[in-house]
């Protein structure tokens, strides 16, 4: 059973808005942490949200007071509503889950589970 399935990638222009989800299931629905990775031409894999199993979350970057992570424990699924987009925003995202607490900057080390990322392409 695949723990993690993105889903709600896509293309949209600069100034717009996508929601990814992330179904989650099993154990991965109640990890310490779940978190939002990206990765874009050129660069290494960088978290961009994360969120505890207390609610507590985190942004890095250029993602604080744009994107809003969220979890809906009943639909199993984890979310991350991304507005006011640009087009360094460009790669394929990624939700991962971990046994241990959030750290405010998510390690990619930390997180054992992994979906199949979805893309999301800003164009100017």
């Known amino acids: 059973q695949v723990p993690l399935v993105e889903s709600g990638g896509g293309s949209v222009q600069s100034g717009g808005s996508l929601r990814l989800s992330c179904a989650t299931s099993?154990?991965?629905?109640?990890?310490?942490?779940l978190a939002w990775f990206r990765q874009t031409p050129g660069k290494e894999r960088e978290g961009v949200a994360s969120r505890d199993i207390n609610g507590d979350t985190h942004y890095v970057g250029s993602a604080k007071g744009r994107f809003i992570i969220s979890q809906d424990n009943a639909k199993h699924t984890l979310y991350l509503q991304m507005s006011s987009l640009r087009p360094e925003d460009t790669g394929m995202y990624y939700c991962?889950?971990?046994?241990?607490?959030?750290?405010?900057?998510?390690?990619?080390?930390?997180?054992?589970?992994w979906g199949q990322g979805t893309q999301v392409t800003v164009s100017s």
């Open positions: 991962a889950a971990s046994m241990y607490v959030c750290s405010r900057i998510p390690n990619e080390d930390d997180f054992g589970h």
């Open positions: 099993g154990g991965t629905q109640s990890s310490a942490c």
